[in-house]
């Protein structure tokens, strides 16, 4: 009877632990804790497969967003835009850019671009401010195999914009280092302006069609482009983005950057 006692207490025991290693395991998966058991590989796999099918393309708002300049009859600041000869060649070179100066809530923005066919010079890039004469960024891009819309990305450059001081900035077609005055020059405006904090608020909980609408309400040119531009890029097949990207280049009278995007479904 002492016998029977004594392993009806070590059944009892090892129930114990046997529950409560269940138990544990119970409660580590519940609370995401990661434990021995794994799913197949399989598995996953068509469970990824499935959420990507059940995805819905991704769709741009097809009301077109009105640009707001900030400074309405400003005198004209942007320069080129006609087509010039280089050497044998007949280019367009534009920049992306209003016909005033232009504002940015970014200290690096990116530039834009759009040259009708590739270039036999080098392209230069320069950024100038409105208080010194010496360039702040200077730098040659090698020669462009492609046409269509390019840019630079200052963030990469190091160089950041002071707040509410005017840069122009040039894109130059440099055929002849020792012969400038044979270069296709296009420039613009820009500036650089701080959103005040409930303005901050409201691009931080906005989706990405708002921002574009934000900064296009609140004329914020190149911010608005370089979103359009962007989300292009992300979702190429997307419902009406084009539409507004070619809309924002035609109001401010970028025609021929606009019949490019159109034609080439850039």
């Not at 060649?89 to 066919?117: C, F, M």
């Not at 001081?165 to 296709?184: K, T």
Request: glycine letters at 6%.
């Amino acid at each position: 009877m002492y016998v029977h006692t004594m392993k009806s207490k070590h059944l009892s025991f090892f129930s114990l632990i046997i529950f409560a290693v269940c138990s544990f395991e119970l409660h580590a998966e519940t609370k995401g804790i990661n434990t021995k058991v794994v799913a197949p590989k399989e598995n996953k796999k068509n469970e990824s497969t499935e959420n990507r099918s059940n995805k819905k393309p991704y769709s741009f708002t097809k009301e077109k967003f009105v640009y707001n300049p900030p400074m309405r009859g400003a005198p004209a600041v942007r320069i080129g835009g006609g087509t010039r000869g280089i050497g044998s060649q007949t280019i367009e070179l534009v920049v992306i850019a209003p016909d005033h100066t232009g504002l940015t809530y970014n200290e690096q923005p990116r530039l834009y671009w759009y040259i009708s066919k590739p270039a036999l010079a080098k392209l230069e890039v320069t950024l100038i401010n409105d208080k010194s004469d010496e360039p702040v960024y200077e730098n040659y891009i090698e020669k462009s195999t492609t046409a269509g819309i390019q840019s630079i990305d200052l963030s990469k450059t190091g160089i950041k914009l002071k707040p509410d001081l005017e840069y122009r900035w040039f894109v130059s077609a440099v055929e002849n280092q020792g012969q400038r005055s044979n270069d296709v020059v296009a420039s613009g405006m820009i500036k650089y302006v701080v959103p005040d904090s409930s303005l901050k608020n409201e691009l931080l909980n906005a989706d990405a069609s708002s921002h574009v609408n934000i900064f296009m309400q609140n004329g914020i040119w190149y911010d608005a482009i370089d979103s359009l531009v962007t989300l292009s890029k992300l979702h190429p097949e997307a419902p009406g983005l084009r539409e507004q990207k070619i809309s924002l280049l035609k109001q401010v009278g970028l025609e021929s950057v606009a019949n490019y995007v159109q034609k080439d479904n850039q």
